[in-house]
Nanobody
Framework: QLQLVESGGGLVQRGGSLRLSCVAS????????IGWFRQARGKEREGVSC????????YYVDSVKGRFTISRDKAKNTVYLQMDSLEPEDTARYHC???????????????????WGQGTQVTVSS
């Protein structure tokens, strides 16, 4: 079956960095777009970033542009989210998901039909 497993979350101080990993199985990274999404306490889930399966084109929500970088390692079937200059507003549970519609990202929008990981908590202290 399709499966995604996130790791790399933790507690950091404002201005610190984390690298999240999303290990995919049951498919290759060329097949589906992979996105990162987050949900903070009391807020709706939002899209953070996406990388397309077709070309590796990347997309970011405005609030993280210049601070976060999405990338992939096809040999390891892993997508990463490098998070720098972290702010308390970045505190959330972060999930990755494969868009089962195909390889193209729709910006950072939620997929209509996705395969989701279990999530990893990121907490940024002030």
């Amino acid at each position: 079956q399709l499966q995604l497993v996130e790791s790399g979350g933790g507690l950091v101080q404002r201005g610190g960095s984390l690298r999240l990993s999303c290990v995919a199985s049951g498919f290759t990274l060329d097949e589906y777009a992979i996105g990162w999404f987050r949900q903070a306490r009391g807020k709706e889930r939002e899209g953070v970033s996406c990388i397309s399966g077709r070309t590796g084109t990347t997309y970011y929500v405005d609030s993280v542009k210049g601070r976060f970088t999405i990338s992939r390692d096809k040999a390891k079937n892993t997508v990463y989210l490098q998070m720098d200059s972290l702010e308390p507003e970045d505190t959330a549970r972060y999930h990755c998901a494969a868009d089962l519609a195909g390889p193209n990202c729709a910006g950072t929008q939620l997929p209509a039909l996705g395969s989701w990981g279990q999530g990893t908590q990121v907490t940024v202290s002030s």
